[in-house]
């Protein structure tokens, strides 16, 4: 798709623009996810003044663009990035603006950006939703969309085949999580591979579930076919957050990478100048652990790659009879999401 | 054996806040919404089976404060063993809050001589910039004011897991036998090739005791049993109480020995903010209508196995040597519940 190789020779990034009025939580959203910001510490956040770019590895290589909340197309239109060469663009609208000029500057975007490349994905997050009681919140999500939907009709009939997509989003819950999660799994090409690893091993373990996270944005990658049940998913979230803070705890060298545990010892920060996907297909150190939430069920936790870990649920009953089958499906697995990554790797110019 | 513990302190200092955080498993965001606390409320608190923490949260507005000072001093300040008293960092009236807490002391020394004075300076993620030297300049204010009653001063926030921190150490004054457990607890530890074994409170998650460092370490048998010298920060150091400043003294030039013979180097604040990690994590549990009932962990430098220990406990085990499986860890605690069962029966009851 969308500029894939550059000519440098650079890792070729899926780039994400980030656009919304000022203070609709753009930045927070960039630093909660990738920052390892608690949502409590973005009322500091200082105001965004420049398109400023964010990258992030994680099954591919990301660069995310945040954008001043008074940016005009125009000025977008002169930075040397055309907006067909965004594979995203995500909308950020506060809940509680209901007034017209956001909603027509946002639809003037969506047009620029549907004329110029009808692929890009479109999606508008309906943010701050945790700042309205249940029925305020439904009732003004609704409205925003139809708005925009209706808008975008008044302009032209030719404009109601735009595909956006509409979520509802917080950082002070999992919603904006598994939002931005499904927003990625667009640009992950290798998307349906990654799927069906997952859905042989849930069938060989007997899991009713299973997740691959990105450690440390604890966005998960892929899942398996069964629908995403939201208290799994938030387990398996929570359970991520608990397990990074507390592993440099108890780790004899927390310096290296106080922030993931799991990285720490084979890969000092020092001989790492510049992250890069590479790290997806280099031998990840066997790490593991299980957690027993309720009576009949095992959480699961395997690390696959350096940046990359299964959970999945398994019976635990299922657990202990075949925890040997279970570990060979999961070498299986690890095999076959590194293979993925590396050709994914090889795809986007990165050292390999 | 009940032990009497008021929480006292203007209104809105974060007395129920932090009340509600501890011992009621409710997440920090939610305590916007307590009211302020009409009179005393009294809780009993159960705690390791036969201790009973009963708790007294006084409602700090003005006209409760004359009363408790006046009419009701006995009630109030008779047969306590524990005082803890709740400051603002930023607090909008400082000699007014110093007034009234130096009432509560005059008539704590009357009533209760024998009970033990802790003072949070709270809130304490509201200061931006130097924590540490905001606290040092509150805790020394705060030992002027106190004259010659011993106390103990920490830094609290119900955001992180200093909260945790003051209150394990709270506690542990009132657990009559914590060197015993602390003894039975580093035998477990040789047992499992552990490099520290920790005992929590099961409904807190409050560290009651842990093993002692490995007899490598001199200073093993001197040092308080369940705060190793790396623990104190200076939150905990600067106190005028005799208890503190001794084991201050001891543990500084200990502190350099400790670091030297302990190769893991493990995080200082380690214990408190596991206490913080694993109650968030219990709360996240239960807002999917989960449990949380044990965990096991190989990760890349260390095992460790978390797990019940008695009806009132969990005992979170770590071990750094690679050759030790966490079935064999599981199996040992298992072997040790009767004894632990026992141990918490016996003393407390004495
Ligand atoms: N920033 C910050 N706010 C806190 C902290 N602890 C409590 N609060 C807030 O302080 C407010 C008052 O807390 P309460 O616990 O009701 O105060 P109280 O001491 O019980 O007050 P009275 O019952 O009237 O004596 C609440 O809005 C809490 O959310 C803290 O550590 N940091
Ligand atoms: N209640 C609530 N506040 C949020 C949320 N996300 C961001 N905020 C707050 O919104 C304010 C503006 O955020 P910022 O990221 O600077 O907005 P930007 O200008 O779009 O980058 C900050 O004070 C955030 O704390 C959310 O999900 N809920
Ligand atoms: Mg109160």
Not at chain 1, 63 to 86: K, M, N, Q, R, V
Not at chain 2, 87 to 107: I, P, T
Not at chain 2, 209 to 234: E, G, K, L
Not at chain 2, 308 to 332: G, S
Request: charged share 20%; hydrophobic share 40%; glycine share 4%.
């Amino acid at each position: 798709t969308n500029g894939r190789r550059t000519s440098s020779g650079d890792l070729a990034r899926t780039k994400i623009l980030l656009l919304g009025q000022r203070r609709t939580g753009k930045t927070s959203i960039l630093d909660v996810l990738f920052n390892d910001c608690g949502p409590k510490d973005t009322l500091y956040i200082e105001r965004t003044t420049r398109v400023t770019k964010h990258t992030y590895d994680t099954v591919i290589p990301l660069e995310i663009w945040d954008c001043p909340g008074d940016i005009t197309l125009e000025a977008l239109e002169a930075l040397d990035t055309p907006l067909s060469h965004f594979a995203t663009i995500i909308f950020v609208m506060d809940i509680q603006d209901l007034y017209q000029p956001p909603i027509t500057k946002l639809v003037s975007f969506v047009i620029a950006a549907y004329d110029q490349s009808p692929q890009t994905n479109l999606e508008v997050f309906v943010h701050k939703a945790d700042a309205l009681s249940e029925e305020y919140r439904i009732d003004n999500y609704r409205f925003l969309q139809q708005h925009i939907l209706d808008e975008l009709i008044d302009i032209s009939s030719e404009y109601e085949q735009i595909q956006m997509n509409f979520a509802l989003t917080s950082i002070h819950d999992h919603s904006l999580h598994d939002a931005f999660s499904r927003t990625l799994h667009k640009s992950i090409e290798s998307l349906p591979y990654l799927e069906d690893l997952l859905n042989i091993f849930c069938y060989n373990s007997q899991s009713s579930k299973a997740f691959l996270f990105d450690l440390k944005s604890r966005l998960y990658v892929a899942t398996d076919a069964s629908p995403v049940d939201p208290p799994t998913h938030n387990l398996c979230s929570d359970y991520l957050l608990m397990l990074n803070s507390f592993g440099p705890l108890y780790s004899s060298h927390p310096a290296s990478a106080p922030r993931s545990p799991f990285l720490s010892s084979t890969r000092p920060s020092a001989l790492a100048p510049t992250i890069n996907t590479a790290d997806n297909t280099r031998q990840a150190p066997i790490t593991k652990t299980l957690f027993y939430p309720s009576a009949g069920m095992t959480l699961t936790y395997q690390l696959i790659t350096r940046k990359l870990a299964l959970l999945a649920i398994i019976p635990s009953a299922v657990f202990e009879a075949r925890r040997g089958l279970v570990e060979y499906n999961v070498v299986f697995f690890r095999e076959g999401v590194q293979e993925i990554c590396e050709v994914e790797d090889e795809a986007r110019g990165g050292g390999g | 054996m009940k032990k009497k513990v008021v929480l006292m302190g203007a209104s809105g200092s974060g007395k129920t806040s932090m009340r509600s955080l501890i011992f009621s498993n409710n997440p920090a965001s939610l305590t916007a919404r307590l009211g302020a606390t009409i009179d005393v409320e009294q809780n009993h608190v159960r705690f390791l089976g036969d201790l009973i923490l009963n708790l007294w949260d006084c409602g700090g507005q003005d006209t409760f404060m004359e009363t408790y000072l006046a009419q009701q001093q006995s009630t109030i300040f008779q047969h306590v063993a524990v005082m803890i008293y709740v400051f603002e960092v930023e607090s909008r009236n400082m000699s007014k809050d110093l007034a009234y807490y130096r009432g509560c002391l005059a008539a704590l020394r009357k009533n209760s001589p024998e009970a033990a004075v802790f003072l949070l300076v709270h809130k304490i993620d509201l200061v931006r910039g130097d924590r540490a030297a905001v606290l040092e300049r509150k805790t020394h204010e705060l030992q002027q004011e106190s004259a010659d009653v011993e106390v103990t001063v920490f830094g609290t926030s119900i955001y992180d897991e200093s909260l945790y921190k003051a209150w394990s150490r709270i506690v542990h004054t009132l657990i009559p036998n914590a060197a015993v457990l602390s003894k039975h607890l580093t035998v477990l530890a040789q047992a499992c090739s552990a490099t520290e074994v920790i005992l929590f409170e099961r409904t807190t998650f409050l560290v009651i005791a842990t093993s002692t460092p490995p007899p490598a370490s001199p200073t093993a048998i001197t040092s308080p049993p369940t705060m190793s010298p790396s623990f104190s920060t200076p939150s905990s150091t600067h106190t005028s109480s005799n208890f503190t400043s001794t084991t201050y003294s001891r543990s500084i030039p200990h502190t350099s020995v400790q670091q030297d013979s302990d190769p893991h180097k493990l995080s200082p604040t380690r214990y408190e903010r596991t206490s913080e990690l694993i109650k968030a994590f219990k709360h996240a549990c239960s807002r999917v209508r989960e449990e949380f009932h044990s965990l096991e962990m190989e990760l890349d430098d260390f095992t460790a196995v978390l797990d019940e220990l008695t009806k009132n406990t969990y005992v979170l085990i770590v071990v750094h040597d690679p050759t030790i499986e966490t079935a064999a860890l599981r199996m040992n605690v298992r072997l040790a519940r009767k004894k632990f069962e026992e141990l918490q029966g016996d003393s407390l009851i004495s």
